[in-house]
Structure formats: C-alpha cells, structure tokens
C-alpha cells in the first residue's frame, strides 16, 4: 500500500525486507493476545478478557512499535551506493509495523471478542490437546525452574551484571581484535565474468590479439576440465578494444579503448543450473591464464551490486607527476607482498611516446610563438588544407604537406626548418627544447590535485581487505610518506564508501538512542528506568556476533545495519518488563516480589515474542542462494540477537532494576543521616 510513495519496487531486496519483519511483525499481536488469553483464564468473557486485555497492554506496544520504527529509521540516510541499495528495507519494514500497530489494537482484539468456542473434534482435539499439554509443561518449568533462578539471580544481582558485562567485554574483544573479520559488503556473484588485459599502450593489435587467444584457450581449458561448455556457460564474447567496436559492442567495453586492451566476456548458465559458483570458474580460469609477460594489468570480474568496486583503493597525491608515478609503483609492489592480494593495478598509464617542445628565446626574438610552432609542425606532417571542392553532396578538402620521404622518420621532425613572421628561418633545434615525454590516456584530479588510484583485489578465503588496507596504513604509507615529501594518501573506492557509510551509521544510531530514549520516558515518567530498558541493546549484539561465528560470516554492513534494527527489538522484553513490574508495584508489593512476579508473569509472551522473531528469520538464515547471500548477515545479527538478548533481559533487567532500587535506598538513608 505504502511502497509506491516511496518509490520502492518489488524486488530481492524488498522481499528480504518482508521475509525480515515477518517475525517482528507478530510480536506486539503477541503480546495483547497473550494478555486477552491470561483474562480468559480467570474466567473473564471474552468481550470483556479483550478490552481489559489491550487496555492492560496498549502503551507498551504502542512506545515498543515506536521504538522499532525509530531503530530503523537510520537505515533510510546511509549514503553512496549501498545506501541506495538498501533503503527499500527500512521502508518495507516501518510501514509494516506501523500498519501491524493499528491490526494489533483494534482488529485482532475484536476477532478475539467474538471468535467462536474451537471444535475439539479428530485432528483439532489433538493438536488442542497437545497445546494444553505443553502449557501445563511450560508453567510447570517456569514456576520449578525459571521462577527460583531469577530468584536467585536476582538476590545475587551484582554477580550477575559482573558476568554479564565479562561476556559483553569478550565480544568487544573479539571484534576489536579481528578475530572477526569485517567485510564492508560480501560479493555478489554475477553470471558474467569480464576478463581485462591491458597492455602498453602503443602495443601492436597482434600481439593484443595473441593475449586474447590465450584467455580464450585457457576458457576453453576451464571448461573441458568442469565436464564441457553447454554445462557452464551460454557463450563467450572476446575483442580486441578499439574505438570504433566502442560503438557496437553488445558489452561494456573498459574505460580506455585502444588497440592495447583485449576484454573476454564469459556468459554462465545461472547459478541454480551449475554446481561452481562464478568465483570458482573465475578463481580457475585465473590459475590456467598464468603470468603473462609485458601486460599492465589483468583483472577478472565476477561481482556485481555495491560491491563490485575493487576492495583495496588508495588515492595517492604528489605535486610532481614523476615522483607520484613512482609512489604508486612502490606501492604496488608492496601490494605484491601480501598474501591472497591479486589484480594489483598500480594506476600509472604511460601512454604513447611523444616529444615535447618548449620555445626557446632566440625563436620568440624572432617574433614565433608556441602556436606559430605548432602550426608549422601540423602543416608539415599533417597537412594543411589548400582548397574545398564540391562534388555533388560531398565536399573534398585538399591537404599541402611534406613528401614522404621527408617526413617518415624522428630525424625530419629534428631537421625541419621554422619560418618567422618576417621571413627568417631558424632550425627548430635552435629555436626549441625537444625532451622525450609520454601522452597520458587517463588523468584524476580530486580537488584539483593529481591522484593514482593503486587498487587490488583480495582472495577472501585467504586474507581481508580491511586487514591489508589497515596494514598498508600503518606501515607501509608512512614510509612512502617519508621517501617522497610532499605525498599524500586517503582512502578511495569501497574503502571510503566503507568509512563513510559506518560513520553515517554510528551517528545516525545515537541519534536513534536518544530518540527512544525520549520515547520510553514517556510512559514510565522516569528517567532511570529507560535507561535499564536500554541496557538490553549491547547484549543482543553479543548475541549477533555469536551468530556470525556459529555460521561462519564475516561482519559486514549489513550485519551492522542488523544490529542498528536489533536495538529496537531487543528493548521491547525489557519495556514490557518494565511496565508489569511497576504494574506489580502498584498492586503493592516489594520491589524484588515485583521484578520475580513481573519475570514470571511476562515470561510466555517475551519467550514467545523471541521465538517467532527468530524463526520469521530462519528462511532466510538459511538460504542457500548465491545473489542472497549479502543479505543473510543481516539476518543473523537479528535472529540470533534477539534469541540471546531475551535470556540477558529475563535476568539483567531485573538485577538492574533492584541495583537502582539499593541506590536509591542508600541515598533516603544518606538524605536521613545529612537531616538528623
């Protein structure tokens, strides 16, 4: 209903979105119906068990809903390219959940009002009869089981906190340490591998050509060895790379086109229909390519999506371009040293060989400017043009200029004669510096200065691009800083959108805080007790990272965007907590009879809640496609948080709520003590 306004369509990503509020989405229905359910059974009617039901429950669905929607909202202002990627998620998910809000109060409690009594008849009265069962079975565990421990947690509340913040500290640890690595965005496999070779440019198109044919046989080598082509793959497409092939290519040609770039294109069948993964069929095709002698640079790409720039990008700055070429060169070179780093591309592109004229005095006392130079450089080997002629539609220009014989050697561009504007002649020896120089194909500027771009590409199963930029920061630029003053060097491609887009994250999440921060103090009219609420939040990303290492992902973005969407979740236990525990308080008992009443009361719809969150989640979890596979962490930071924080919640938040209840007693009896 919603997704049209905002421009979101129907797609893998938004479908993600769905299948990751499905559990979420249950929840606060949960909670009233388990609300309705428990009036029902101290033999209210059932008009009476619903009202009484959504009015008991009503303002801490409403601020959990609230506070679900504000964790999400940060997903909207990720910027670059993945931002764009993954805005349809929060859109798809907050627009289910404040629909599902309205669902919850109004529409459910009145099916529950008059729903009829169920038919206890074959296969219903067994599964009645098995529900039953297994309600006798979960009061009995908690009233034998849960109730005596949370007791005793609570009894003991500084033990607990003590080992609860040990376990959070370890998994900071394990983190900052990298036990973990960090993936800005796992590649997506494409069904189309591009092969570039990029040779010198000025490079003969047969010996480009040759290159071609050995990629080609060595596709062909892949292929024989994976049981023949028609498994495999729909076709290949192979050019050497020109101007005019530009225009009519059915791919996208490189960047530079000439005659030194060949680019072979290999089209897979999809990936259901073949067993290797085109990271496999590339990883193969590399190793049957091998070194090939006097080529700049040859990249295999296999990924499409945010993250298909290169993973290693450093942008190096020098105010001399020959001092910067050979920073770059270094740099390369020190790429080379790291294990599982491929596709090095120093960025330096010599160009074709030139020679360059700079006009002496003697020449400019002679009146002859750079363009009167030029020009008569132009007319000599070029041309210049004579006359026009008509001919029925065309039009026929005539060009005056050396014989051949006088203009097929460097020496005659050495020996050729300059006239001034007064009739005298000077030899262009005489009248010009002549240096060898090369013209540059590609020229970067970035705030006006001249940058090279060093990229690379890293084997993921055998080192992490963010261990080797961190590396190559730390120890490597430094020196090059040092060997060449005045270099500069910033991160550039994924790495900076990776930068930009955590740090867009981290602050957008504290502005979420605060926002259900302000959200929870409403309701409770304190503001101590949000602040336990609060406390939930870093034990579900205790349990994200346990995830992560269960499976075997890496973090990526998307698992801190999961995390960023946990923190909502994981609060609504303790908010629901919270409220039947002041509820509890206000009935008059104790505070401790109130938190182990409250802990027991709320356990079923909390336990339930956790439950029906992690299990929406599972299908993706447990998706085996290729194309969803960046997804999935997202996924597991929120199923395998939410299951973690709910046993944190049934514990911390009680031990906290009597820890602020000491301190506020110790500071009646200091108050007492001051008076007296």
Same mark, same amino acid.
């Given at each position: 209903?919603?997704?049209?306004?905002?421009?979101?369509?129907?797609?893998?990503?938004?479908?993600?979105?769905?299948?990751?509020?499905?559990?979420? #989405?249950?929840?606060?229905?949960?909670?009233?119906?388990?609300?309705?359910?428990?009036?029902?059974?101290?033999?209210?009617?059932?008009?009476?068990?619903?009202?009484?039901?959504?009015?008991?429950?009503?303002?801490?669905?409403?601020?959990?809903?609230?506070?679900?929607?504000?964790?999400?909202?940060?997903?909207?202002?990720?910027?670059?390219?993945?931002?764009?990627?993954?805005?349809?998620?929060?859109?798809?998910?907050?627009?289910?959940?404040?629909?599902?809000?309205? =669902?919850?109060?109004?529409?459910?409690?009145?099916?529950?009002?008059?729903?009829?009594?169920?038919?206890?008849?074959g296969v219903g009265a067994r599964v009645h009869h098995f529900q039953q069962r297994f309600t006798r079975g979960l009061i009995r565990f908690v009233e034998s089981v849960f109730t005596p421990f949370l007791r005793h947690a609570v009894n003991h509340r500084y033990i607990t906190m003590?080992?609860?913040?040990?376990?959070?500290?370890?998994?900071?640890?394990?983190?900052?340490?990298?036990?973990?690595?960090?993936?800005?965005?796992?590649?997506?496999?494409?069904?189309?591998?591009?092969?570039?070779?990029?040779?010198?440019?000025?490079?003969?198109?047969?010996?480009?050509?040759?290159?071609?044919?050995?990629?080609?046989?060595?596709?062909?080598? %892949?292929?024989?060895?994976?049981?023949?082509?028609?498994?495999?793959?729909?076709?290949?497409?192979?050019? #050497?790379?020109?101007?005019?092939?530009?225009?009519?290519?059915?791919?996208?040609?490189? $960047? $530079?086109?000439?005659?030194?770039?060949? $680019? %072979?294109?290999?089209? !897979?069948?999809?990936?259901?229909?073949?067993?290797?993964?085109?990271?496999?069929?590339? =990883?193969?095709?590399?190793?049957?390519?091998?070194?090939?002698?006097?080529?700049?640079?040859?990249?295999?790409?296999?990924?499409?999506?945010?993250?298909a720039q290169a993973p290693i990008d450093i942008a190096l700055s020098h105010p001399d371009t020959v001092v910067l070429e050979q920073a770059a060169e270094d740099l390369a070179a020190a790429y080379a040293g790291f294990a599982g780093v491929r596709d090095i591309?120093?960025?330096?592109?010599?160009?074709? $060989?030139? !020679?360059?004229?700079?006009?002496?005095?003697?020449a400019r006392s002679l009146g002859i400017t750079e363009g009167m130079m030029a020009q008569q450089l132009r007319n000599a080997f070029f041309g210049a043009e004579a006359v026009r002629q008509q001919r029925g539609r065309d039009e026929v220009r005539t060009y005056v200029r050396l014989p051949e014989s006088q203009r097929d050697s460097e020496y005659h561009v050495e020996q050729l004669i300059l006239r001034a504007p007064g009739g005298q002649e000077i030899p262009i020896q005489q009248a010009a510096e002549i240096e060898r120089g090369r013209s540059y194909t590609v020229i970067t500027r970035t705030d006006g200065r001249r940058v090279v771009n060093v990229t690379a590409d890293v084997d993921d199963k055998v080192t992490n691009a963010n261990e080797v930029v961190s590396d190559v920061m730390q120890n490597v630029l430094p020196e090059l800083a040092d060997r060449y003053p005045g270099l500069s060097y910033a991160t550039g491609g994924q790495q900076q959108d990776q930068s930009e887009s955590m740090q867009a994250l981290g602050r957008n999440f504290i502005f979420a805080l605060?926002?259900?921060?302000? !959200?929870?103090?409403?309701?409770?009219?304190?503001?101590?007790?949000?602040?336990?609420?609060?406390?939930?939040?870093?034990?579900?990303? %205790?349990?994200?990272?346990?995830?992560?290492?269960?499976?075997?992902?890496?973090?990526?973005?998307?698992?801190?965007?999961?995390?960023?969407?946990?923190?909502? %979740?994981?609060?609504?236990?303790?908010? #629901?907590?919270?409220?039947?525990?002041?509820?509890?308080?206000?009935?008059?008992?104790?505070?401790?009879?109130?938190?182990?009443?409250?802990?027991?009361?709320?356990?079923?719809?909390?336990?339930l809640t956790s439950l029906t969150t992690f299990f929406g989640l599972m299908p993706m979890i447990l998706e085996t496609s290729v194309q969803a596979r960046f997804l999935i962490p997202m996924a597991v930071s929120l199923g395998f948080g939410v299951i973690f924080s709910t046993g944190i919640t049934l514990f911390v938040v009680p031990s906290l709520y009597m820890m602020l209840e000491d301190i506020k007693r110790k500071g009646r009896q200091a108050v007492d003590a001051v008076s007296e």
């Open positions: 209903l919603l997704m049209p306004s905002f421009d979101a369509s129907i797609n893998m990503i938004s479908l993600f979105a769905f299948i990751l509020v499905l559990g979420i #989405v249950v929840d606060d229905a949960i909670v009233v119906g388990e609300a309705i359910f428990e009036r029902r059974q101290r033999g209210a009617s059932r008009l009476d068990a619903a009202i009484g039901g959504v009015r008991e429950v009503a303002q801490p669905v409403s601020f959990s809903v609230l506070t679900n929607i504000t964790t999400f909202v940060p997903l909207l202002f990720v910027p670059g390219l993945s931002g764009k990627f993954f805005a349809v998620i929060p859109v798809v998910v907050i627009s289910t959940l404040a629909i599902s809000l309205v =669902e919850s109060l109004f529409v459910l409690p009145a099916h529950l009002a008059h729903a009829g009594e169920a038919k206890e008849q003590a080992a609860a913040f040990a376990l959070l500290l370890l998994t900071f640890g394990l983190v900052a340490g990298g036990r973990i690595p960090f993936t800005f965005l796992p590649r997506i496999d494409s069904d189309i591998i591009t092969v570039t070779a990029k040779l010198p440019v000025g490079t003969p198109v047969a010996e480009t050509t040759q290159v071609r044919d050995r990629i080609l046989n060595a596709a062909d080598k %892949v292929l024989a060895e994976a049981g023949g082509a028609d498994s495999l793959t729909r076709g290949i497409f192979a050019q #050497v790379a020109n101007q005019g092939a530009a225009d009519f290519s059915p791919v996208r040609l490189v $960047e $530079e086109p000439g005659a030194n770039v060949t $680019e %072979v294109i290999m089209y !897979l069948t999809p990936s259901d229909l073949r067993e290797l993964t085109a990271g496999d069929v590339a =990883e193969r095709w590399r190793r049957a390519v091998g070194e090939i002698p006097g080529i700049e640079t040859l990249t295999f790409k296999y990924s499409t999506g945010p993250s591309d120093s960025g330096v592109s010599r160009g074709k $060989e030139q !020679l360059d004229f700079e006009l002496k005095p003697a605060l926002g259900m921060f302000a !959200l929870l103090a409403i309701p409770f009219r304190s503001y101590a007790q949000p602040l336990i609420i609060l406390t939930a939040i870093p034990f579900g990303f %205790v349990g994200a990272v346990a995830g992560h290492l269960l499976l075997g992902y890496s973090m990526s973005l998307m698992s801190m965007m999961g995390i960023v969407a946990l923190a909502g %979740v994981v609060v609504n236990s303790s908010l #629901v907590l919270i409220h039947a525990t002041n509820a509890f308080r206000s009935e008059g008992l104790s505070a401790f009879e109130s938190v182990v009443a409250a802990g027991t009361r709320r356990f079923r719809p909390i336990l």
